[in-house]
């Protein structure tokens, strides 16, 4: 019996597809060079890799070098969103 990759938070997903990937690096080089991208945009590119990520990461769970990845994204991500709340409060 195989079973559907989980999420962090236990939900089904889906495999990541290379497509994937490669428009998370083509939004990773246009934020590197757009050094007055509004930090919203930044907050929701680390989501969507943080989210990328642990669908890697839910591919192999044994893998752990996927693992700390995903982790570290999800750390960045919730970095950026203390960064918008310290920045509008």
């Known amino acids: ?3 559907e990759p989980q ?8 495999r990541v597809a ?3 990937l ?3 690096l083509q939004e990773a080089a246009e934020l590197s060079a757009d050094r007055d991208a509004p930090l919203s945009r930044r907050v929701a590119f680390h989501l969507r890799k943080a ?3 642990e669908r890697l990461a839910a591919e192999e769970p044994g893998n752990d070098e996927r693992q700390a990845a995903a982790m570290q994204a999800r750390l960045q991500y919730e970095h950026y969103v203390l960064m918008a709340e310290w920045v509008t409060a």
Not at 7 to 14: I, L, M, P, V
């Open 1 to 3: 019996m195989t079973s």
């Open 7 to 14: 999420t962090r938070t236990g939900a089904a997903t889906s």
């Open 18 to 20: 290379l497509s994937e």
């Open 22 to 24: 490669s428009a998370l």
């Open 51 to 53: 989210e990328l990520f």
